[in-house]
């Protein structure tokens, strides 16, 4: 059986041509007693009220008046059909029937149909053959009384020859109509079938590939903004996020084997030198192993974080958060440490709504934000928190220094892992902080700012501060 025919495309396509003409069944039944029912109905109230005609004149003026009506009504040349034999010599005395039709003979008192015989005439009344007509007639029996032995039978009918050719052209139709639209339907649904086939193959495509190791391959779209193009933007973005976190293991692995060779020899070279030195050496040489050991766990424990926020699990259970609270807490949490680097620390909180996110990673955030600029802030003595409404709903958390700022020519790199600029070298870390962040801020669908911090004092030269904030977009509660 060729693919095209088992598709879930064609398969639904004949339901609905099924469906079709199921609709087309019952609308054509409607038509049909609308129409034909309803003139079959008045056929045969025209016969019996004309039945009901020629037994009141049979009874008010006897068979011989009754024989002339009926000849004048035949000769009016319409519809009417008439027969009046007299029984029991069987003799027809009036009528336009050449015979009486063997259906009469079992239908005494009931409506039946036959056919007919009618002649042909031309324009000037010549005869030119005949032709069969179908009719509906009632055949009733006359008697002057009821134990008269003299009775009459009297035929009414209608010619139906011109209803049941038209009966005939619209079955016809019908028919032809219900083949066309099967024709039409499997012709309809091999295309749509083919066409959305190719569209899946350009999925499966895509997929081979990618599962062959190429992961820059992207399903292509359309400009048909369908729920199709939906579905490979949908995709395309899953996909982006799987290539961003293969890199980012790639890289991970990378920067381990580059940034922990070193730590890990100096930690051995002590541990070697510990074992020939004295008890005061060997002390010495542990301590130092440890701190080493302190910040290689602390290095780890920042990948192992990013790695879950990244992968989802990280991130937990999202719900409304207030951006002013979490600013308040971080605020009186790095005060003191604040004072003591010599800074002055200010919170500005604006009415701000809720947004939509996880208030321990959100606060994680804030935190690196306020660790960097007390680290890297160097000649600043202003750092400054700010909470505000976010443009087009949401909200925005920053925090601002008035440091030598970034220069541009760093600033795409500064959230990359193990990334430590020049003047940072100096300061304990490892280059994770802000990639920590960067993963935050993608698993909330928040944007990532770096700005100009606070205005510098008069007595600086060079450096701008910086700005790092954090924009959340409006919250779509359930």
Known sequence: MPRLFRTTSFRFTLIYV????????????VVYR??????????????????????????????????????????????????????PSGAVLAGNLTALPPEALEAEGDFFDFEFERPILDAAGRELGVEKRKARGKVTRFRAAPDAGQSYL?????????????????????????????????????????????????????????????????????QADDELDHLS????SMLDQIERLMTGMRDVSDNIAHDLRSPLTRIRNRLTDALKADAAGKEAALAATLEETERMLATFNALLSIARIQSGEGAGAMAPIDLVAIAEEMAELFEPAAQ?????????????????????????????????????????????????????GGGRISVADDG??????????????????????????????????????????????????????????????LRIALAFPAPEFD
């Open 154 to 222: 009297v035929v009414v009918a209608r010619d139906i020859g011109t209803r049941e050719f038209l009966r005939d052209r619209l079955a016809s139709a019908y028919f032809r109509i219900i083949f066309a639209t099967v024709a039409l339907g499997v012709v309809i649904g091999l295309l749509f079938s083919r066409a959305l086939l190719r569209r899946v193959e350009a999925v499966n495509k895509t997929a081979r590939a990618i599962r062959a190791g190429d992961l820059t391959q992207r399903i292509p779209r359309t």
């Open 233 to 236: 933007a949908n995709l395309n």
């Open 404 to 465: 030598p700022g970034v220069p541009e020519s760093d600033q795409d790199r500064i959230f990359e892992r193990f990334v430590r600029l020049e003047s940072s070298r100096s300061n304990p870390g490892s280059g994770l902080g802000l990639s920590l962040v960067a993963a935050i801020a993608r698993a909330h669908g928040a944007e990532l700012r770096l700005e100009d911090g606070l205005p510098h004092r008069a007595q600086r030269e060079g450096g701008r501060g």
């Open 18 to 29: 099924l469906l079709f003409i199921g609709a087309v069944g019952v609308l054509g039944a």
């Open 34 to 87: 609308v129409t034909f029912g309803a003139a079959e109905r008045q056929t045969d109230i025209t016969i019996n009220n004309e039945i009901t005609v020629l037994a009141d004149l049979f009874v008010a003026n006897g068979p011989g008046m009754l024989t002339r009506v009926i000849r004048q009504r035949t000769a009016w040349r319409d519809d009417s059909i008439y027969m009046l034999i007299g029984a």
């Open 340 to 392: 003591d680097a010599g800074f002055a620390l200010t919170l500005i909180t604006a009415p701000t709504p809720l947004i939509k996110g996880s208030r321990e990673l959100v606060s994680q955030a804030v935190a690196n934000f306020l660790d960097n600029a007390l680290k890297y802030a160097a000649g600043g003595s202003r750092i400054e928190l700010k909470v505000e409404p976010g443009q087009g």
